[in-house]
């Protein structure tokens, strides 16, 4: 599935969150843990405020230079309330081999918890590949494009809003002394998944838009699917680094470049 492999690499975690969070995390049958945020967390003006973004990153794959991506975060309607984007910029021959798929999530902060609204993936030209998602909260459900409904959890969240999910426990956990397991659920067109994280440590990263003194953050549910992301308090704890790779597959890199 194409858009898997590019899609979910380039934004699905970006920390899809960082990169290929989607790509392979095993489903869970139980009531998953929570994804909430601390109120209080360092890097947010209020429990229900969190910073504009507009980034760029440089994305390589085994090396190789694939493209660009662009990130934005706005306020959307109602209070609390976000529009999450990205949009890709692939050469040409990445473009020939898999697109530009772009994403787009609408969610909500509610007490430090990021609630989910509406998520959408396209890639265009193929409308096989491209889905919606529609968040019900008062029936804890999500219904896809094609009108089919699923139950969810009450700590769900779509594939890109789970960025900001991490990005606020990280800046509510950076001065911990020995920070818990971070665990996180997400929904996505067919699959219920799982995600655990691990603040390992400091580290300085040189990147194409500057160095940066950053919190290091290791993915640990699955030893065959690599992620290591690297998010800077002065960048409001987005990453400004990640690495992912799945298997022996040549690993994606990508670097803050705005």
């Known amino acids: 599935m194409k858009i898997k492999t590019y899609c979910g690499r380039w934004s699905c975690m970006a920390v899809s969150l960082m990169i290929a969070l989607g790509a392979g995390a095993q489903a869970v049958a139980d009531e ?3 994804a909430t945020v ?20 440089a994305v390589s794959w085994g090396g190789l230079g694939v493209g660009k991506i662009d990130v934005s975060l706005k306020a ?11 949009v890709s910029h692939p050469t040409a ?6 697109g530009a798929p772009n994403e787009s999530s609408q969610f909500c902060v509610k007490d430090g918890r990021v609630r989910s609204k509406h998520f959408n993936s396209v890639l265009p030209g193929d409308d096989k590949q491209s889905y919606t998602l529609n968040f019900d909260w008062d029936k804890n459900s999500v219904t896809d494009e094609n009108g089919q409904t699923r139950s969810i959890p009450a700590n769900a969240i779509d594939s890109f ?6 990005r606020l426990w ?5 001065k911990d002394e020995n ?4 665990e996180f659920d997400m929904v996505d067109r067919k699959n219920l998944t799982h995600y655990q994280f691990k603040l390992t440590g400091h580290e300085t ?22 992620g290591h992301f690297w998010l800077a308090a002065e960048r409001d704890y987005m990453p400004v680094k990640i690495t992912t790779r799945n298997g022996s597959k040549p690993a994606v890199v990508m670097l803050l470049s705005k």
């Open 179 to 182: 920070p818990p397991v971070a």
């Open 32 to 34: 998953p843990a929570a």
């Open 93 to 98: 021959l990445a473009r020939s081999l898999y």
């Open 38 to 57: 601390a109120a209080t967390a360092a890097g947010t003006k209020a429990a229900d405020a969190l910073p504009a973004i507009d980034v760029r990153y």
């Open 170 to 174: 990280v800046a509510a956990h950076a």
């Open 161 to 166: 809003a789970l960025q900001q999910a991490v």
């Open 205 to 226: 990263v040189e990147t194409p838009a500057g160095s940066f003194d950053a919190l290091k953050m290791e993915r640990i549910d699955n030893p065959k699917k690599e």
């Open 76 to 86: 959307d309607v109602g209070a609390g309330c976000y529009q999450y984007t990205t």
